[in-house]
């Protein structure tokens, strides 16, 4: 896909994840909504991906954090791992979409996550699991950049580096904002880019909202080593009264707030 | 007891993995900067290229664990039983458990009997933590040769696993023939005056309990529990009732979420129980001489004989 297509898909995927929150009456919109683009370039421009989620060969994706799973079901359901129509039944009894991504109910989702800094540990034990068998896959995973907070994700930062994984790629989507403010009220993360180098990652920063940014950095990194995309995003991207707000990291838009959504997200 | 051979169930689950490894080669065995202690070292040794160092990270060695069954192998992952249960408790939960994966973790010097380190390392809660887990299945062998075929076991059965091991060398009381399996009870001795249920090193200080019970006149029922999650509640019903619904448990663990109440909530409903319990006391250990250290707490087969005969006499 070039640039144009993926805008317009991030553009429907943002605009059916706002949708399901609505529906469902409770979820994580500015989450969801400042990763999309990382998401989108992912599996329309970068992953291997099969029709069987349980063919050996696909490359995996690990969202880590994992509140911000709207916009990954609604491309699970475009790519038609799952069937369209259980988008609306986003958190619902007996249905697959779980409020956290839950790989045992639903198809195409490479693993389990919810509780924060999990995830990354996981996609470091994949990266290294292929490794181990000497197989091409790589593993992408995306963290929060409030997620970081969990000493968890330090211990897999530096096994990460210690195991040489160079087939697994973090992107920090670093959106500035928490459940209680802004990261640097809650707990200052300080010198990011610095922080990863050391711990012995290839590093870049971009703009998580630019295709060509996201792509490029795609294919940078360095052999031997695993690669640290820190990404620059917007909480809450793409609907007006949700960006860079505190307030939209855990609740569902009303009836009046989905209307102006929908307008924001251009939905023809 | 001089001339009895002496091994831990730390270094028989080992053994066991290594020449499992030797026939399996989807076989990773990771360990947390203790491998000279839990006994992995021989693992290292011999397949150094599948032995994967997590370092002094056990939230990260549980997570390591459930990305390389992801992948399609079967690690197991090792430190003592207070970090990997403790430390690891809630990695462990939403990692493996809740999806459900094929991960193995092996918790050694359980219990207080690794005397000199102190209450701090003396995992006494493991038993409860490990079987309040869904989907988990929770292994506690009582001897060398029993932790070397439950390793087996434990890598054929598919789903999270839980196996406590001990740093304490003891006899052998079990044999490498034995045919067991996961979820059925082992019946150690024959008796119907009262019934001993145990589980660990627990059960082997009560095989030498129940021998000197039979001297007495006193004819034990001994029922080893090698699996404490899924608990063979129908062969332990069978035994109690046998004996006269007289049943003493025994385990090195505290009193509260273990093999006690595990035993005490399968037994409600039956008529004319007569309940009793060897366990920690509710109390953290500390650090002393072994000998010292588990006569204080109880954990002899003395004290097991004591209880059993008061029990009996009932």
Known sequence: MDKKQLEEKARQIRLEAVEMIAKAGSGHPGGSLSATDIMVALYYSKMALYMDPNDERRDRFVLSKGHSNPPLYAILADKGYIPKEELQYLRRLHH??????????????????GSLGQGI?????????????????????IVGDGEIQEGICWESFMAAAHYKLDNLTVFIDRNGLQIDGTTDEVMSLGDLNAKMKAFGFAVDEIDGHDFDQI?????????GKPHCIIADTVKGKGVSFMENAVGWH????????LEQARRDLGGK | MADIVKKATRHGVNEGLVELAAVHEDIICLDADLGNATGTSVFHKAYPERYIEAGIAEQDLIGLAAGIARAGLVPFANSFAVFAAGRGFEIIRNAVCYPNLNVKIVGSHCGITPAGDGGTHQCIEDIAIMRSLPNMTVLSPCDFNQAKLMARLMYEHVGPCFMRTSREAMPIVTSLEDKIEIGKAQILRRGSD????????????????????????????????????PLDMDAIKASVRKCGGRVLVCEEANMYGGLGEAVAYGLVGTDGIKFDHVAVMDRFGQSGLSGELLEEYGITSANIKAHAAALAKK
């Not at chain 2, 145990?198 to 080893?224: K, R, S, W, Y």
């Open chain 1, 121 to 141: 540990s996981v996609a470091t034990g994949m990266a290294l699991g292929f490794k181990l068998r000497k197989m091409p896959n790589k593993v992408y995973a």
């Open chain 1, 96 to 113: 697959p979409l779980q409020g956290h991504p839950d790989s045992a109910k639903c198809p195409g989702i490479d693993c389990s996550t």
């Open chain 1, 250 to 257: 855990g609740k569902a838009p009303n009836a009046e707030q």
């Open chain 1, 215 to 223: 792509l490029a950095a795609l294919e940078r990194g360095e052999a």
């Open chain 2, 194 to 229: 009262v019934c001993i249920v145990a589980t660990g090193v627990m059960a082997t200080l009560a095989v030498f309990a129940v021998d000197e019970l039979a001297a007495e006149g006193i004819n034990a029922e001994l029922v080893n529990i090698h699996t404490i999650k």
